[in-house]
């Protein structure tokens, strides 16, 4: 079941009373690229939410939202901005403030493999589009356990689904979003990497 239609500032609060929302991810979009969202066109900053129907278990899923709708929905559910993911360099890139939102301390208080994930799942969002079900349980864990390194297992299965999904390494994908794009950042995923090589997995990363 998708989320409900979310337009309205008064919607938007009801909806905080029948639904558990949680922020799990926000990217700087790259210039020109628009989302569909529950709102409207999203065309700067893209906000992911986890949701689960206060009266039916069942009913659990992402839904995305510009800036706008987000700072009702970090407002009206009390809880805290994810950080920022911008994938450009301070040159030539926008670099939004947001007054009155904390963040869940910024990428900084991601631990180190935490960050290469949350990073990696950014890139992927900037190539595939806004996350669907199959990223919820990684932005999930990185949301509640931002602190505690995500399990080899996951970070394997993250690899996977890089792999299935593309045919490409996330390298790759990095590669064709810079095309046209100088001040595109350069990332790097060694602690993955550490990881995969232990269990002997080819690196989608």
Known sequence: ??????????????????YDV??????????????????????????????????DPNDVGLFHVGKHCADDFINFSGKEAPPLFNPL??????????PGIPGIGGVNQLCA??????????????????????????LTYLSTYPSTSM???????????????????????IAQLGQ???NLRTFN???VGIILAAHAKPNNF
């Open 22 to 55: 949680t922020p799990v991810a926000h990217v700087m979009l790259l210039p020109g690229q628009k989302f569909e969202g529950c709102c409207e066109v999203i065309e700067t900053e893209c906000y992911t939410f986890s949701y689960a129907n206060k009266s």
């Open 180 to 182: 046209g794009l100088p």
């Open 151 to 173: 399990s080899d297992s996951d970070v394997q299965h993250l690899n996977n689904i890089i792999g299935k999904v593309t045919g490409r390494t996330l390298t790759g994908i």
């Open 89 to 98: 360099t301070s040159i030539g890139a926008r670099v939004p403030r947001v």
């Open 113 to 138: 493999l935490n960050k290469e994930i949350y990073e990696a799942i950014s890139i992927l969002t900037l190539a595939w589009g806004p996350p669907k079900a199959p990223l919820q349980k990684f």
């Open 1 to 18: 079941m998708s989320f409900p239609q979310c337009r309205g500032k008064s919607n938007r609060m009801n909806l905080t009373k029948a």
């Open 189 to 191: 995923f060694p602690r």
